[in-house]
């Protein structure tokens, strides 16, 4: 991950992703902040932080599957 972590990463990969908006009946839409009605987000920082690649993918699974077998879920 980069100097700003998982957070930013995972707020600019949303982001990012114009296909994923939310529903014409969100709340969000009637915000009088400008950058939470065009993002569909609630927050706005990190909206314009660099979205995760295939490395940061790896190792978030990697991560998850190391939690897991820590905890012994299967």
């Known amino acids: 991950m980069e100097s700003k972590g998982l957070e930013s990463s995972l707020i600019g990969t949303l982001a990012s992703y114009k296909s994923c ?3 014409s ?5 009637y915000s009088p902040v400008k950058k939470i ?29 190391e ?3 820590r905890m012994k879920i299967t």
């Open 25 to 29: 009946e969100w709340l969000g839409n």
């Open 21 to 23: 908006r939310p529903s």
């Open 67 to 69: 939690t897991n077998k």
């Open 37 to 65: 009605r065009e993002s569909g987000l609630w927050l706005v920082q990190h909206l314009k932080s660099n979205p995760i690649n295939e490395k940061d993918k790896e190792i978030i699974l990697r991560a998850v599957e």
